[in-house]
């Protein structure tokens, strides 16, 4: 069963960072696609990173791009998005989750496992 475990959501300031993490336990994730999505209250999820850890490539949300870095460690089977110059508008519950369908650093397909989330609340 893939298990994963979001951590470092929490409180900061309009244009302040923080780096949320992936991990997971059960099941490596080397050769497929790791994604963030987040969901505000009121709001459908969204899709805001991937990276596909089989050759590294990247994806993310023209609402993030440029603010937004997404990263793995093989031998940590750990991914981390570290998020900075943060908005009220990045609000959300973070989730990360699996897709075992190789399509590359798209948000495209299904997502076969997800965590728990961890809230990201940015105060203007």
């Known amino acids: 069963e893939m298990h994963l475990v979001e951590s470092g959501g929490g409180l900061v300031q309009a244009g302040g960072s923080l780096r949320l993490s992936c991990s997971a336990s059960?099941?490596?994730?080397?050769?497929?696609?790791i994604g963030w999505f987040r969901q505000a209250p009121g709001k459908e999820r969204e899709g805001v990173s991937c990276?596909?850890?089989?050759?590294?490539?990247?994806y993310y949300a023209d609402s993030v791009k440029g603010r937004f870095t997404v990263s793995s460690d093989h031998d940590k089977n750990m991914v981390w998005l570290q998020m900075s110059s943060l908005k009220p508008e990045d609000t959300a519950v973070y989730y990360c989750?699996?897709?075992?369908?190789?399509?590359?650093?798209?948000?495209?397909?299904?997502?076969?496992?997800w965590g728990q989330g961890t809230q990201v609340t940015v105060s203007s």
């Open positions: 989750s699996i897709r075992i369908s190789r399509l590359g650093a798209t948000m495209s397909g299904i997502w076969d496992s």
């Open positions: 059960g099941f490596t994730f080397d050769g497929y696609s």
């Open positions: 990276i596909d850890t089989n050759d590294g490539s990247t």
